[in-house]
C-alpha cells in the first residue's frame, strides 16, 4: 500500500539548535517526494521536492532534505531553528503521472526560546 | 507563476444548505485539479480527482451526491457541499496540475466551512 509515515507526532527544539523531521514512505512506482509547512489557519507552502538527480535538495528558508532509496525516507533538516520556524510539516509522496499526492500525519514543531 | 486561487476563503453556512468553493488555476491551464479535505489537527485526505469536461472520480468514503464536483473549464473546479450538517465543517484545498514535464501540481489557500 502506498504510505507516508512521519513518526514524530511532535517535536520542541531550541532556537539556534538544529532541526530533522523524519519522514519514510512506501510507494509503489518511483516517487515524486515532497515537504509542506502549514501555519495555523494557513494553506500549504511548498518548502521543497525531490524529482530525480541529486539526492540532496535544497529548499527555501534553509530547509534541506536528503533522497535514501534504501531507507525508502525523505528526510528534512535544518542547521539552525528560528522562532518562525514553528508550524506544521508534512511531507507527501506522488507519482511520475502526476498524481494525488499522499501525505503523511504531519509533525507539529514547536521552538523554544 | 503557477498560482492557484480558492474562493471564498472562509464561509459560515447553517445546517441544510448548500455551499459552493471555487478553486481556480490563474496562469495555467488545468485539465485536472484535486480537492483534499483536512481535519483539525490531522492530515489532507484526498477526496475526489476532478477532470476537466468528465465526471470527477471520488476516493472510497466520499459521498459523491453530497460533494458535487464541478471542472467545466481549464482553469476552474467547484465544489458544492450540499445540504451541510456540522460534521461537514472542515478546510477544505484544492490543487491543481500543471502539465510540464513533471506534471507538477500547486496549491490552493484553502476554504475554511463552519456549518452551525
Known amino acids: 500500500a502506498q504510505s507516508v509515515t512521519q513518526p514524530d507526532i511532535h517535536i520542541t527544539v531550541s532556537e539556534g539548535a538544529s532541526l530533522e523531521l523524519r519522514c519514510n514512505y512506501s510507494?509503489?512506482?518511483?516517487?515524486?517526494l515532497f515537504w509542506y509547512v502549514q501555519s495555523p489557519g494557513q494553506g500549504l507552502q511548498l518548502l521543497l521536492k525531490y524529482f530525480s538527480g541529486d539526492t540532496l535538495v535544497q529548499g527555501i528558508k534553509g530547509f534541506e532534505a536528503e533522497f535514501k532509496r534504501s531507507q525508502s525516507s525523505f528526510n528534512l533538516r535544518k542547521p539552525s531553528v528560528h522562532w518562525s520556524d514553528a508550524a506544521e510539516y508534512f511531507c507527501a509522496v506522488g507519482g511520475q503521472a502526476g498524481t494525488a499526492l499522499i501525505f503523511g500525519k504531519g509533525t507539529t514543531l514547536s521552538v523554544s526560546s | 507563476g503557477a498560482v492557484v486561487s480558492q474562493h471564498p476563503s472562509w464561509v459560515i453556512c447553517k445546517s441544510g444548505t448548500s455551499v459552493k468553493i471555487e478553486c481556480r488555476s490563474l496562469?495555467?491551464?488545468?485539465?485536472?485539479m484535486f480537492w483534499y479535505r483536512q481535519f483539525p489537527k490531522q492530515s489532507l485526505m484526498l477526496m475526489a480527482t476532478?477532470?476537466?469536461?468528465?465526471?470527477?472520480?471520488?476516493e472510497q468514503g466520499v459521498e459523491k451526491d453530497k460533494f458535487l464536483i464541478n471542472h467545466a473549464s481549464l482553469t476552474l473546479s467547484t465544489l458544492t457541499v450540499t445540504s451541510a450538517h456540522p460534521e461537514d465543517s472542515s478546510f477544505y484545498i484544492c490543487?491543481?496540475?500543471?502539465?510540464?514535464?513533471?506534471?507538477?501540481?500547486?496549491f490552493g489557500p484553502g476554504t475554511r466551512l463552519t456549518v452551525t
Open positions: 496562469d495555467f491551464q488545468a485539465t485536472t
Open positions: 476532478s477532470n476537466e469536461g468528465s465526471k470527477a472520480t471520488y
Open positions: 510507494y509503489g512506482a518511483t516517487p515524486y
Open positions: 490543487s491543481a496540475k500543471r502539465e510540464t514535464i513533471r506534471y507538477e501540481q500547486y
